[in-house]
C-alpha cells in the first residue's frame, strides 16, 4: 500500500478463535509491513474478542448482536422479528463507528457478529473484502460474498459455494511464529528449559492432542483413557491442550502416576504452540479450520475428530477436505472410542510409508504466504479506492 498517506482498515470477525485468530494476523502483519496505518477492530461487546484484540494492543469497539435465532418453535416468529430489530440497530451503529473512524477499507472474516459491520460498509460505499476460513462458508459470508470487492479463502472448495466472481484461494492467515518452523532439536532444547522436569528425547514420537480454543471434552476423555497405552506401550511423549474451562475437571480425575509422568505435559493452554507443533509427529485434534492451517503448515498429519454441534457442520467439511487430500484421518464424535484412536495412530505410527505419505499431503495443502496472499488483494483493492476518489 502506498506510505505516502494514512490508511484506515476496519477489521471484523469473531465468536470463536477461527474466526478471530486469522484477523489478528492480518492485522499483526499490516501493522508490521505498512509504517501509517491505523486499525480499528469491531466485533461483540462481550465476545472472546473484546478480550483476545486487546490483548493484542489493537482498538476495539463493541457493538450489540446476537445469532440469527434458528430453533424451531412456536416463538420463532417473535424471535425473529426481535432479532431483525437488533439487527437493524447494529447496522446503525456500525454506521457510525465506520463514519467517525474514516474508515476505507472493512476486512471481515466471518462469524455473525461481522455481518452488521460488512451490511453498514456496503450501505456508505465502503469497499469490503471478506475471508472464508472454513471449507463450508458460514451464512453471514455466504449472504454477503456478492457485495464483496474480493473473497479470499482457506479452501479451494468453498469457491463453488460463494456466488463471487472474485474468489482467490489463499489459504488461511497464521501468525508469523507458526510459520517460521523451528528444527526439531533447536525446539526441543527450548521446551527442555520450559518444562526442566520432563525428561524429552528427540528419538521418541510426539503425539499433540488439541481441542481448539475452547477444548474438547470428548478429547480430554479419550485421552485419560490412552494414557496408559500412549506412555507406558506406545512409548510416546504427549502434549495435551485440554482448554480452559476443562483444565481443573480433567486434571482431579487424572490419575496422580501421571500427572508428574516424564513423557505428559498437560495444560489449559500453551502459549508456547510454535514450539509444540514443531516437535510433534502426529496430533489428535477438532477441525477448526485455523487448527488444521496451524497442522499442514507444521506438516503434522492428524486425526480429526470433528465438533459435531459447529455451525452448518462445517468442521467436518473441513475434516473431509484434509482426508481427500490424504493429510488425515476422520473419526466422528460419537465413534471417537480409544480402540478407534488407537487403530489410526498405529497406522500412522507404525507404518513409515503411510506417515511420509500424510507429512507430504499435509504440505501440500500448506498455504505459508496466505497472510501476504490477503494483504495483496487488501492493498489491489484500497490502492484502486484510492484512485478512484481522487
Request: charged share 15%; aromatic share 6%.
Amino acid at each position: 500500500m502506498p506510505e505516502a498517506m494514512s490508511h484506515r482498515i476496519v477489521i471484523t470477525g469473531g465468536g470463536t478463535g477461527g474466526h478471530i485468530y486469522p484477523a489478528l494476523a492480518v492485522a499483526e502483519a499490516l501493522n508490521e509491513t505498512q509504517k501509517d496505518i491505523s486499525i480499528l477492530y469491531v466485533g461483540k461487546t462481550t465476545g472472546m474478542e473484546a478480550e483476545l484484540v486487546s490483548k493484542a494492543g489493537f482498538s476495539f469497539q463493541g457493538i450489540l448482536f446476537s445469532g440469527m435465532p434458528r430453533v424451531k418453535s412456536l416463538l420463532l416468529p417473535v424471535q425473529l422479528m426481535g432479532w431483525l430489530w437488533q439487527l437493524v440497530a447494529a447496522v446503525v451503529a456500525s454506521m457510525r463507528i465506520l463514519r467517525q473512524f474514516r474508515a476505507q477499507l472493512v476486512f471481515g472474516t466471518g462469524g455473525y457478529v461481522s455481518g452488521p459491520v460488512l451490511i453498514a460498509a456496503r450501505l456508505i460505499g465502503i469497499p469490503v473484502v471478506i475471508h472464508e476460513p472454513d471449507a463450508r462458508p458460514g451464512l453471514v459470508n455466504r449472504f454477503l460474498a456478492p457485495f464483496a470487492t474480493c473473497v479470499t479463502a482457506a479452501f479451494e472448495v468453498s469457491r463453488h459455494q460463494l456466488n463471487t466472481k472474485q474468489f482467490v484461494h489463499t489459504g488461511n492467515p497464521l501468525r508469523g511464529s507458526i510459520i517460521e518452523s523451528l528444527k526439531r532439536t533447536e525446539a526441543l532444547a527450548q521446551w527442555q528449559a520450559l518444562f526442566p522436569s520432563k525428561a524429552w528425547s528427540a528419538e521418541r514420537k510426539t503425539l499433540l492432542i488439541v481441542g481448539g480454543s475452547q477444548g474438547a471434552q470428548t478429547l480430554n476423555q479419550v485421552t485419560v483413557e490412552l494414557l496408559d497405552v500412549l506412555l507406558n506401550q506406545m512409548h510416546l511423549q504427549v502434549i495435551h491442550q485440554t482448554g480452559g474451562k476443562l483444565y481443573a475437571p480433567y486434571w482431579e480425575r487424572l490419575p496422580e502416576q501421571y500427572k508428574e509422568h516424564s513423557g505428559y505435559i498437560v495444560a489449559p493452554f500453551f502459549d508456547n504452540m510454535p514450539l509444540a507443533l514443531a516437535l510433534s509427529d502426529v496430533a489428535i485434534c477438532r477441525a477448526g479450520s485455523l487448527t488444521l492451517s496451524e497442522m499442514t503448515a507444521c506438516h503434522i498429519p492428524t486425526i480429526l475428530v470433528p465438533y459435531p454441534f459447529a455451525a452448518a457442520n462445517h468442521q467436518q467439511k473441513n475434516a473431509e477436505a484434509m482426508v481427500q487430500a490424504g493429510a488425515a484421518r476422520m473419526v466422528l464424535d460419537k465413534q471417537c472410542h480409544p480402540e478407534t484412536i488407537l487403530s489410526h495412530l498405529n497406522e500412522i505410527l507404525e507404518t513409515p510409508s503411510v506417515l511420509t505419505s500424510m507429512q507430504e499431503a499435509a504440505t501440500k495443502m500448506a498455504k505459508p504466504r496466505a497472510t501476504q496472499a490477503i494483504l495483496a488483494q487488501l492493498d489491489r483493492v484500497l490502492t484502486r479506492t484510492l484512485e478512484s476518489s481522487d
